[in-house]
């Protein structure tokens, strides 16, 4: 296990309110179609395993040439399934974990597949535009073998989180997000420039002002760091709630473990008390949401072949390249190894490798263990190993399991990452007209969340009946920047002498918010939580 921006302000004030007139009939997209995980209990711990000998892949494995280890301790398999191609075969699923069997899907000649879903994430924040060019070109290919039943989505994280394409099966959106990405300008131009300025200032100046130009890099670089895992960890929620095989693709320089650690090296390693700052919890969580909701993470350095010298410096680097490279290499690797993935390093051209994660994520095994049999409780270490001899494995090195109120809020993420998402059962979400209060460019508007009644799990308690809810509202900006996930969860009481009317209508909660200036767009969840059921609306409003 794992050892080493602006957003807008939204605050949330919720009232419940009064029945109000009956809310539009359900849509006809379910939660399925969309491509939502159903929102159940956790049974058992699922595993996707890559099997390896020599690199090549292997497909004959039996239930019985796995070994699995939590905390040290062997357990029981329980469950066990083969996916070749997507596709699990009927006697496969007889002995599937319940996780898997929920995923699957029915396709048009009776078989039963498992839906792929890939996230690519470019972290431009670190990126060079010619260090992206053979990574796109890569994913060009990539993108041409996706089959109808796959979906992909594209962003990039740029100080925020900007979706280029969001989860389509369309080979031609994906490609137009891939071009466009092309011709953009990453932030890692300015960053670069700052390094090598901050560099420049260092080999300048003496020894008694070092540490004070080391200390404001190191804080800068800690901040950057962390506000980038933090988006990171948002994106891997987001896809957690995605159903089938779910695959995040990082592209990236990496994430220097002790922010300021390299420049510390060249220029005195005394000055930071060997290293104040740390990432090591802002990894932590990120591995945590992945490894409970079943992602693989698929790192891509896309320095690609280093080299000894920088020949744009005039002096002979003071900077070890080997200890930079390593200084950020082992972040990428925590990402990869601990989830089940690879990192791919030291390329110049990624077809191989994009081939590979394909198939990785097409044919695997899964192999599953009750939870029951499964001492302790929150985070544990998983290991698993086969029996045969030269055959390595690859399968997540951890596991929690999600609860429903964390698995409610992946969808909110979700929403947020993916307009148009559909929820369980139908909501509207009314903005009224923004008015100018706290200040200026700040903003306040009431707004309006209606359920159907009778989409709610109501108990019987004396003369009333009462149903619990979770009502959650975020928004996001045209720029990526995202509002924070709150859930307020409140209970709704009627009378039982009403009921038969009330459930025939909406039940509408008011609040107000406040943001600032610009386009936004806000997404509202309302979830039942005796069902787990979930209802998402959204509205575009332009906030002047």
Known sequence: MLDRARVPALFLSLALGVPGSAAPPPSEATALAAGVRAAVEVTAMDLDVVATKDGKPVDDLSKEEFVVRVDGKPVAVDYFARIEAGTVHGPDLATASPALVLDTLRADDGGTYVPRQFLVYFDDERLLPQERKPVIEGLRDFVTRLSPSDRASIVSYNGSTRVLVPFTNSKEDLLDGLSRLDTASP???????????????????????????????????????????????????????????????????????????????????????QFDYDIGDDLKVILEEANSSGITIQVFDAKGLVVDVDASQPLSPAVNPFFKAQNFRDSMAALAYETGGSLVENRNVFLSDLDRVYREASSYYSVGVTLAGVPGKGSRDVEVRCTRPGVVVRARTGFAAKTADEAAIDRIEMALLTPGAAGDFPATLRIGAPESKGGPGRRVAGYEVAVPISELTFRDEGATKTAVIEVSLAAVEDTGARSTVKPERKTLSIPAASWEKARSEAFVYRGQLKTAKGNLRFVAGVRDVASGRMALASADVRVE
Do not use: D
């Open 187 to 273: 932030r890692g131009l300015s960053w670069e420039s700052q390094y090598r300025q901050t560099v420049q200032e260092l080999r300048v100046s003496r020894a008694s002002t070092r540490s004070s130009i080391l200390r404001s890099w190191s804080a800068q670089a800690a901040a950057r760091e962390r506000s980038s895992l933090a988006e990171l960890a948002r994106s891997v929620s987001a896809l957690a709630a995605r159903s089938g095989k779910r695959t995040l693709l990082l592209v990236t320089n990496g994430y220097e473990w002790h922010p300021g650690q390299t420049l510390a090296q060249a220029y005195g390693p005394s000055l930071l008390q």
